[in-house]
């Protein structure tokens, strides 16, 4: 396999992922939004503030990151740029999973930078930001993946927002579960290796389902 259909599904992700300029801004935005409205719901109370802020932000980060998903592979579907990438049977699965981490990387990442700010308007203790940071990284990336799927699976079905979120939710619990936890003891807890370990098996999992999903929806 050339490096060309590569190097063309890394590009036209990128502008998929900036359509109409709300690749960034809206994750982004839907990120914020849902943080920061949990204290006028809750209260100032810096100590209840404190204790729900890390899985405050872990639901804003599960629930923002399927806001851009539903535009990853039905653009291919519809212009004949999938019918071409799966003539060859050993690239679709890398192609996958170069659209998906590229979408992560314009729409997902930034939300990473943008947790010390709004952990600290929640109240998490600046001691946690930093397995904070890691753990979004590390979950937003699980969260991508397994979107992915969930796109590929979809890829067919026009405005599958809802159809991709039943199926992706329940695949990003592992991954908040011990995200939560994570954040709460520290990076040398064994919270964090069981959650280095969903990454490692969506890495090595989800870009195989996404090939294996594409084939079926260009049937």
């Known amino acids: 396999m050339t490096a060309s259909p590569l190097l063309s599904a890394f590009r036209s992700s990128l502008s998929e992922a900036w359509a109409s300029g709300a690749g960034l801004l809206l994750p982004l935005g839907f990120f914020a939004g849902t943080a920061t409205m949990v204290p006028f719901t809750l209260g100032s109370e810096a100590e209840l503030?404190?204790?729900?802020?890390?899985?405050?932000?872990?639901?804003a980060l599960a629930l923002s990151s399927m806001v851009t998903l539903e535009r990853v592979f039905q653009a291919d579907l519809q212009d004949g740029a999938l019918d071409l990438w799966l003539q060859d049977a050993?690239?679709?699965?890398?192609?996958?999973?170069?659209?998906?981490?590229?979408?992560?990387?314009?729409?997902?990442?930034?939300?990473?930078?943008?947790?010390p700010l709004i952990g600290f308007m929640l109240g998490v203790p600046s001691e946690k930001m930093i397995p904070a940071m890691l753990g979004y990284a590390m979950g937003g990336l699980v969260f991508f993946l397994w979107g992915g799927v969930a796109a590929a699976l979809s890829a067919s079905v026009s405005r599958a927002g809802l159809l991709i979120a039943l199926i992706a939710l329940p695949l990003?619990?592992?991954?908040?579960?011990?995200?939560?936890?994570?954040?709460?003891?520290?990076?040398?807890s064994p919270s964090?290796?069981?959650?280095?370990?969903?990454t490692l098996f969506a890495l090595g999992v989800a870009p195989a389902a996404m090939g294996a999903a594409l084939r079926l929806a260009a049937e």
Do not use: N
């Not at 503030?49 to 639901?59: C, D, K, Q």
């Not at 990003?172 to 709460?184: C, K, R, T, W």
């Open 192 to 198: 964090f290796l069981f959650l280095s370990a969903c």
């Open 90 to 115: 050993g690239s679709i699965s890398l192609i996958a999973a170069i659209k998906t981490l590229t979408h992560w990387l314009v729409s997902g990442f930034p939300l990473v930078l943008l947790t």
């Open 49 to 59: 503030l404190s204790r729900v802020g890390p899985g405050i932000l872990w639901l």
């Open 172 to 188: 990003y619990v592992p991954a908040l579960i011990f995200g939560v936890q994570m954040v709460e003891a520290g990076i040398d």
